[in-house]
């Protein structure tokens, strides 16, 4: 049996066996509304950023993800709304979402503390299809019905902050559903994600970040994320991060003009991937359109 079909036998299996899993980003940083819609419009103007990351470079079969959202602040700079895509490809596997945000922002709370809340409303799809698969037991069922299913889907966020530090919390799936129309195949699972970061001024020219995110399902691995970055100028980031247990790299974002960032982030595996993947790459443009508010207090490089 090659490579291709052992890998995708795996992948048959764990959705067969656990729950729906998010994929995961190492530029989320990047693009927090992706998962927290409490973020939207915080940023004071009109942002819209893609990232397309390439996961085990290596491997026939290996997951494929392109994330885009759009986000800006609205009505009279207390409401901010959004809209964010994902598509995820796994072999055969293939899952999509298309979310709306809406977030409001409450006054200041005390010496520069602030707080926001967020909803996504959309929907997400999931299906395979194992007829293009070499299959050990061609009669099997599942294997000869291609399955996709899409369902309604929300989420909720919230968010506090000051313009140095953040702490989130955020549910992008509040509802909980079995994937199959006849038997269960799978399962859609509520995620939590907490995440946090301290920006640290050295000087004038050069700022310091730390930052972690927690993710947990149920039926699935915590997923720890741990970022260290090193800002110069507030136009170049260099940083390293690890995601415990299973992988470290490095990460970088350059501002080419007033409007236009870049970003690029590679990790390599820890576990038993190592010897066989050339590590996951992931790139990522982002722009921003129209003039930052004076009233807007966002906490910086986040």
């Not at 919230?158 to 909980?176: F, G, K, N, R, T």
Request: with cysteine.
């Amino acid at each position: 049996m090659n490579r291709y079909v052992l890998t995708l036998g795996a992948i048959f299996c764990t959705i067969l066996s656990w729950s729906q899993q998010d994929p995961q980003v190492t530029l989320y940083l990047r693009n927090p509304v992706q998962y927290n819609p409490a973020h939207a419009g915080l940023d004071g103007t009109l942002r819209a950023t893609a990232i397309t990351r390439i996961q085990w470079t290596g491997w026939e079969g290996a997951p494929r993800s392109q994330f885009f959202s759009a986000h800006a602040p609205a009505w009279r700079e207390q409401v901010g709304l959004g809209i964010s895509m994902m598509n995820d490809v796994s072999g055969v596997r293939v899952q999509r979402e298309v979310m709306g945000q809406a977030s409001y922002r409450l006054p200041e709370l005390w010496r520069g503390i602030r707080a926001s809340a967020g909803l996504s409303l959309g929907f997400e799809s999931a299906g395979f299809d194992f007829q293009r698969l070499d299959m050990t037991h061609a009669d099997d069922p599942i294997a000869n019905q291609p399955f996709n299913q899409t369902w309604f889907a929300a989420g909720f966020g919230m968010l506090v902050h000051s313009d140095a530090w953040y702490i989130s919390l955020a549910l992008p799936q509040l509802m909980e559903r079995q994937l199959g129309q006849f038997q269960p195949q799978g399962s859609s699972k509520r995620h939590r994600y907490i995440s946090g970061g301290y920006t640290y001024e050295a000087n004038a020219f050069v700022s310091l970040r730390g930052a972690a995110l927690w993710k947990w399902a149920v039926d699935a691995p915590m997923a720890w994320d741990v970022n260290v970055e090193c800002w110069l100028y507030d136009v170049l980031s260099l940083g390293v991060f690890a995601r415990i247990n299973e992988g470290a790299g490095v990460q970088a974002t350059y501002l080419v003009n007033g409007g236009l960032r870049v970003h690029y982030g590679v990790d390599f595996p820890t576990n038993g991937l190592m010897h066989r993947s050339f590590g996951s790459h992931e790139i990522g443009v982002a722009w921003d359109y129209g003039q930052r508010s004076v009233h807007y207090v966002s906490p910086r490089h986040f």
